[in-house]
């Protein structure tokens, strides 16, 4: 068992505790992770220590500015390894979510990591998001909508909000650079009936890393028109 010791304290500080049973899976994940990425590229980041602090604490410091403590359902788009929301979902077991990504490997990954752990409430999602936010099943139905560098901030915004619900919010995960993207995102934002909540900039604890947290309220719904078809929000940002 690897030492958690310092994520441990962190939930500490946001009155977040965790139990044994929680901590033996992220480490059963992180062995998965690091074997798995031998034969597929899922993380640069592989070191016990850095994956710790840039993976699965950057992972859940949305709790600074989002209590996860209740029966919410999420979507993390553009999931990879699964950063943050298998994270997630391993130290809040209340949330539903909904693990989306492009690629099947990553997906089928991370099923098997969810059928190791025996974790229920969570799911694998395969698809474009431009066509997914189209779907009924799909287009407004989640509570939060996050994820983690996938995007510029306007094709993001574009990407995402069609899948949160009216009152909803999205959380990008962004570097120090967020708040430039953050002013070139406020026509598609205004487009897409969304609002600027706050900015929270801060830097990972043992980490010289930069985060900027933009959190974003779903203020009205998306015109039907988006998101475009596939390429076009990212050839054509709004």
């Known amino acids: 068992m690897n030492d958690y010791s310092r994520l441990i304290e962190y939930l500490k500080g946001y009155e977040v505790n965790v139990s044994d049973e929680q901590i033996s899976r992220l480490d059963k994940y992180y062995e998965m992770l690091i074997e798995t990425n031998k034969s597929l590229n899922l993380t640069a980041i592989t070191e016990f220590e850095d994956v710790l602090v840039k993976h699965f604490i950057d992972s859940v410091s ?112 962004k570097s120090e650079k967020g708040s430039e993207e953050l002013s070139d995102a406020s026509h598609a934002l205004s487009v897409l009936g969304a609002s600027v909540i706050k900015q929270d900039v801060f830097e990972l604890p043992g980490s010289d890393m930069a985060r900027n947290l933009i959190l974003i309220s779903k203020d009205s719904s998306c015109p039907k028109v988006y998101p475009r078809k596939p390429g076009t929000p990212a050839k054509k940002p709004l």
Not at 73 to 79: A, H, K, Q, R
Not at 95 to 117: A, C, E, N, P, Y
């Open 62 to 173: 949305i709790i600074r500015d989002i209590d996860l403590n209740k029966n919410i359902s999420v979507i993390d788009v553009g999931t990879g390894a699964g950063f943050p929301g298998m994270v997630l979902k391993i130290i809040f077991p209340g949330i539903d979510i909904t693990l989306f990504d492009s690629l099947q490997k990553r997906l089928t990954f991370l099923d098997g990591v969810i059928s190791t752990l025996g974790l229920e409430g969570i799911k694998t999602f395969h698809g474009r998001a431009e066509e997914a936010g189209h779907m009924e099943s799909m287009r407004e139905r989640f509570d939060l909508c996050v994820s983690r560098a996938v995007a510029s901030l306007p094709v993001l915004s574009e990407l995402c909000l069609p899948f949160v619900k009216v009152g909803g919010k999205l959380v990008s995960y």
